[in-house]
């Protein structure tokens, strides 16, 4: 295994953000990077800043909403799957997959499902079922297989500065959280609150009521490791200085380092 460290990042608009990413992807030198929320189609997809930046990358676009993609330093990656299998009809791009530096990838930008009740949390509850029935032969892969991304779920209250004024939201729907928690008991680490079991780790800090400036955050950000990768796990962090730039996204990178032995 090699060394690496890897990324997941809602960018929350690639074309209004990418000053932003450049500047992370220079400064942090992530070795993949999965993106969420691009609002882009491929055709304005930024594929010659990243090749001038050193990346490679795939991605899986949609005009004004959703899309997904994924980079590697030094390297292209080797394309898998492009969208969630279990429903011909469904046309948002929310699941990218692909072979990066000997892991196998799947980038997810889970539907966020408010408001709720409704049919926007029902296709989130939807989608979640797909999701958890296609991770289950990826978990039990003898290859190295991360799931990153925008899980759009605050799987605990320790995941939340403050439970309280979220109670409505899809995100912390008891059906959200039950969905999370099934994925996770195929076998799937949840590589930060491994690593921080009792620590308050937030990804995610909205535009609204100076909840950034207040650390009042949220952790929706997840890197889940199949039991083939998770015991290369290093480390995991959250690089919150990119919240605190000008035009930031209103996430932050979440990512893990992986080693090249296995951990004891």
């Not at 309280?164 to 729907?173: E, F, G, I, T, Y």
């Amino acid at each position: 295994m090699k060394a690496l460290k890897i990324a997941t990042f809602n960018i929350n608009g690639i074309r209004a953000r990418l000053p932003n990413l450049l500047e992370w992807l220079a400064r942090e030198q992530p070795d993949i990077v999965c993106l969420q929320e691009l609002k882009a189609p491929d055709s304005l997809f930024p594929f010659n800043d990243f090749d001038a930046a050193g990346y490679g990358a795939l991605c899986l676009g949609q005009a004004s909403w959703n899309g997904v993609a994924i980079l590697a330093r030094d390297a292209q990656p080797l394309e898998s799957r492009r969208g969630l299998p279990g429903d011909d009809a469904d046309h948002q791009s929310r699941y990218l997959e692909a072979a990066v530096h000997g892991i196998l990838v799947g980038c997810l930008y889970l539907p966020n499902g408010n408001p709720q009740p409704g049919p926007k949390f029902d296709y989130k509850l939807a989608w979640f079922e797909r999701l958890i029935d296609y991770a289950r032969h990826l978990q039990s892969s003898e290859h190295p297989v991360l799931l990153a991304g925008d899980f759009n779920v605050v799987p605990t209250d320790l995941d939340i500065y403050n439970p309280r004024s979220w109670l409505k939201d899809a995100l912390l729907q008891p059906q959200s959280r039950e969905c999370y928690q099934r994925l996770l008991e195929q076998g799937w680490t949840d590589a930060l609150r491994h690593l921080y079991p009792d620590e308050q780790v937030y990804t995610f800090w909205d535009y609204f009521r100076q909840h950034w400036q207040k650390n009042a955050g949220l952790r929706i950000d997840h890197l889940l490791l199949n039991p083939a990768l998770k015991p290369y796990l290093k480390g995991a962090g959250v690089d919150a200085w990119v919240r605190n730039e000008p035009h930031a996204s209103d996430h932050a990178p979440t990512w893990i380092q992986l080693g090249t032995r296995k951990a004891r």
